[in-house]
């Protein structure tokens, strides 16, 4: 299994980002799909996660800002980060799971200026 994130970078406040995370080896559409996020001194705690019905949840900090979506097309689940503020500088980790198996990918740093 191989999971390929891109996507971040460095952004002012109030700036957008997309983070990408790509899947092979796994029957994509039938695992779950999420976003976490580590900043610096802090514990990883989930963003927003993605079931394979398409079912959404979000933690509170990001609601109405970040939106997670998913391709099984593509086998790609995306983050859109809208308004972005300094408190979500952070390395960012995409997990694919199902009941059994749980992967991780690499992380990805997103770092909002203000």
């Known amino acids: 299994v191989q999971l390929q994130a891109s996507g971040g970078g460095l952004v002012q406040a109030g700036e957008s980002l997309r983070l990408s995370c790509a899947a092979s080896?796994?029957?994509?559409?039938?695992?779950?799909m999420a976003w976490y996020r580590q900043a610096p001194g802090k514990q990883r705690e989930l963003v927003a996660g993605i079931s394979s019905s398409g079912s959404t949840n979000y933690a509170d900090s990001v609601k109405g800002r970040f939106t997670i979506s998913r391709d099984n097309d593509k086998n790609t689940v995306y983050l859109q980060m809208n308004s972005l503020k300094p408190e979500d500088t952070a390395v960012y980790y995409c997990?694919?799971?199902?009941?059994?198996?749980?992967?991780w990918g690499p992380g990805t740093q997103v770092t909002v200026s203000s």
């Open positions: 997990k694919v799971f199902n009941r059994y198996f749980t992967y």
């Open positions: 080896g796994i029957e994509f559409s039938s695992y779950s």
